[in-house]
């Protein structure tokens, strides 16, 4: 998976831009910017300063809150002067995520309390294109940006939403700015950074849909594998994940995870929860590791921090995986991270006899 972010942060910036440009001379102080409260030009001010509060997340490697500091324009700025401020913070956000090793992660709230580069790319992409279509509808003019960029953003920080016929009109729907046929217009929105869980020697990343796209699609991810590929069983993991997104049902908490190595930044493996619990509060896991891997207790070590944090959610009362009645060495993970061997006539959850049923309760 070819590096994303940085190009992207260019793009976007250079398409609201040529847009605005043609439009200086028009009155941004005193006309709203499409739906929101504020002015054209308080909407310009703020689309700055996300730029570059983001790139100063990422460079600060912020871990608790936002770093304090101000941003403003002179008060004799003009229409122009404000672009220009604009193509230079995005140009600071540029720069910051190209150079940003990609397992950094720093501070943002929503909802998991960090961003990657790649989350803040995205969501520096998405306050341009977003209030670019403000300012554009306030003025009324005309904007609509690169459909790439839109389905680049909806598959990283929209993981929640089902993807629409066009990309651009379902981000529109997705923050409350448009319409889409069949669907409740949306009130309140937040973005959705890829969750991550620390372990001692693992960090389990979320699987972002663009992620599993690729993983699909025969590429890396966006990690670089121990061994130099993926297990088999991971590819099949993405396309789940893609399978449940592209319907509207994913839910990241409920997803995969890939398990990077924290002394080299490795990926060894992928865990995954099947979806959401069902109407009992059962939940279904599982999970490969690359061979190199295998056999230091890297997939017990995560198997317990995720089932620990999943059943700590009041709507999950059971966990379970199905094995092979011959994978002892899996069986044997399953038993060190606290589940035991079911009995499977009372558990009816699995259909083939050849595999054995292991179950851990909240």
Known sequence: MRAWGGDQVTEAVASGVELLRTVTDRDWTGVKAGRLDWSCRQTAEHMAGDLIAYAGQLAGRAQTAYVPFEFGFEEDTDQAGVLDVIETTGALLTATVRTTPPRVRAFHPYPFRSAN??????????????????IAEGLGVPYEPPAELCESVLTRIFPHVRPGPEPWPTLLWATGRGEL???????????????????????????????????????DGGFVWLGDAPFEGTRDVAAGLLKAYEGGVHRPEFGAFVLVRREDGRAVGSLNLHGM?????????????VEPARGHGYATEALTVLADRTLA????????????????????????AGFVRADVAAEPLLEDGSLRLYTRRG
Do not use: C, K
Not at 117 to 134: C, K, S, Y
């Open 117 to 134: 580069r790649e989350g803040f790319a995205a969501m520096g992409i998405a306050e341009v294109l977003l209030h670019t279509h403000d």
């Open 181 to 219: 046929p069949g669907r409740a217009p949306v009130t309140a929105w937040r973005w959705n950074n890829n969750l991550v869980l620390p372990t001692g020697r693992l960090t389990l990343e979320g699987l972002t849909p663009a992620a599993a796209a690729d993983l699909v699609a025969g590429g």
């Open 277 to 289: 619990p069902d109407e009992e509060g059962r939940a279904e896991i599982g999970y490969d590791l």
């Open 313 to 336: 959610h009041e709507d999950v009362h059971l966990l379970y995986a199905a094995v092979e009645e011959a994978n002892t060495p899996s069986q044997g993970v399953l038993t060190r």
